[in-house]
């Protein structure tokens, strides 16, 4: 089954996390086994190879670098200008593994359709959406341009805490001036609205001041574990009727209630693919359909299988999930729709 993800931190991974995304998983957990920075060392689950293994052609691969202020306990950069060249460096990977026909931008229809054409006979070159999660680097609204000239083609405004355009993950507040004239901007030229980690507030505010295509490329659902990361049913409500599509990230602390960092394990907590498909069940009773649900993994968004469901070795294991939507009652129609053709049907409508 040809799989679409919706959100991946790639470059963060290759320059924060220093991965060699080409290598093999193996050689790059390997590498790590005697490093303690970071909690999922020696367990990361994404590599290019492993996104070929799993038949997953067509990635959604974010640049993301947030500012903060001096009395911010966030990781960030102290500048605006300073975030902003650290996206360009992302960029910059991007655009080297581009050349070495790793990667293929996906700005439009035409380039569309030509990786849906020759993706099943030349499965190496995976096609990329680029995307920019938390606005916090564009120094100013004429950066968007910038920013679009070189492909960027989706823009959450918000990531964790307080931002320069809205309010995300664990804050409170509105989108303010400077974020309606962000989202202006982004009308302009035609860049998808990614809601994921808007704050209620910050939520509200910009489906009320953006009339453009809007996705949620990562997030689960708040009846089922009761935490401001997640949408209310209400959101998902008006996501729906926006004709959004929603991706399930696999992240096990937005997965189930209760989990405590550095002590609950998958295992224990009981954390598996059809708890994700749980959520993705609940926004389809929301909606009366399966239009708008999709696959937005975030895997090694700053976790690993320490953290993720505990039947997932690597992200080629995503090809476990068309079974279990199958044995979940999934129609065939269905489960097509949840692995690609709801991303690609929005796309279509986006950028037509």
């Known amino acids: 089954m040809f799989i679409v993800d919706a959100h991946l931190d790639l470059s963060m991974n290759a320059l924060e996390w220093n991965r060699d995304l080409r290598a093999s998983i193996k050689e790059i957990n390997e590498r790590e086994k005697h490093l303690t920075d970071k909690p999922d060392r020696g367990l990361a689950t994404v590599s290019l190879d492993e996104l070929r293994k799993g038949n997953i052609g067509l990635v959604v691969a974010t640049q993301i670098a947030r500012y903060v202020d001096r009395n911010s306990s966030l990781p960030g950069w102290n500048s605006p200008e300073q975030a902003w060249a650290q996206t360009q460096g992302q960029l910059a990977y991007y655009k080297a593994l581009e050349r070495s026909n790793d990667l293929r931008p996906i700005r439009n229809l035409p380039e569309l359709y030509s990786l849906i054409e020759t993706w099943p006979s030349d499965q190496h070159t995976i096609g990329y959406i680029l995307s920019l999660e938390g606005a916090d680097s564009i120094v100013s609204v004429e950066y968007l341009e910038i920013a679009h000239e070189a492909g960027l083609r989706a823009l959450g405004p918000a990531h964790y805490g307080p931002g320069r355009y809205a309010q995300g993950t664990n804050a409170t507040g509105g989108i303010g001036p400077k974020g309606r004239e962000l989202l202006q901007k982004m009308r302009e030229l035609n860049i998808i609205l990614d809601a994921t980690h808007l704050c209620d507030d910050s939520f509200d505010e910009a489906m009320e001041h953006f009339d453009g295509h809007v996705w949620a490329s990562h997030h689960n659902c708040r009846a089922l574990v009761d935490h401001n990361r997640q949408f209310s049913d209400a959101q998902f409500k008006e996501l729906i009727r926006r004709g959004a599509v929603i991706g399930m990230p696999l992240d096990a602390w937005m997965m189930v209630p ?30 009366g359909n399966t239009n708008h649900v999709g696959m937005g993994t975030d895997l090694d968004g700053g976790f690993g299988k320490e953290q993720c469901p505990n039947d997932l070795e690597t992200i080629a294991d995503l090809q476990k999930i068309p079974n279990l939507l199958a044995k979940r009652g999934f129609s065939e129609d269905d489960i097509k729709k949840i692995c690609h053709q709801n991303w690609l049907n929005f796309l279509e409508k986006a950028w037509a």
Do not use: F, Q
């Not at 405590?260 to 959520?279: A, C, F, Q, W, Y």
């Open 258 to 287: 209760n989990w405590e960092r550095g002590k609950s394990t998958p295992k224990s907590m009981g954390v598996t693919l059809n708890t994700m498909i749980d959520h993705l069940s609940h926004i389809c009773d929301l909606a």
